[in-house]
């Protein structure tokens, strides 16, 4: 089974979801494959990794997941021993989201501050020159 893992739900052709687990040495190559469980629902899941013999899930050593609440109780129930590893996809997604976030708002308060200016050249019926960066 291996010591590293990662475990994912994928949607199939008829729009039905699976649960995946792989073993990471293998990067998606002939014996990547440890498991498929239809649906996503964690009690299925975990009734069905959890006929893994036990031995061989206490030897996984790390999981790597989305940070979905249900992947991380399958791996809690099913690889106690494994530390979970949220994936690579799921951080840069959210340290982007909140970049964008930050660069919003200071666009926003760039662009209130040149409509004060030009307002203000207004009243003093100066013409507004915009400063060039």
Known sequence: MGTHLSIDEVALSQGELYTILTNKKFKGKKGSLVAIVAGTK??????????????KRSFVKEITLDMANSMK????RCFPKAIQVTDRFHVQKLALEALQEIRIKHRWEAMDSENQLILQAKSENKPYIPELL
């Open 42 to 55: 964690a009690d299925q899941v975990i009734e069905h990794l959890c006929k893994i013999d036990y031995r």
């Open 73 to 76: 109780l399958i791996s809690k």
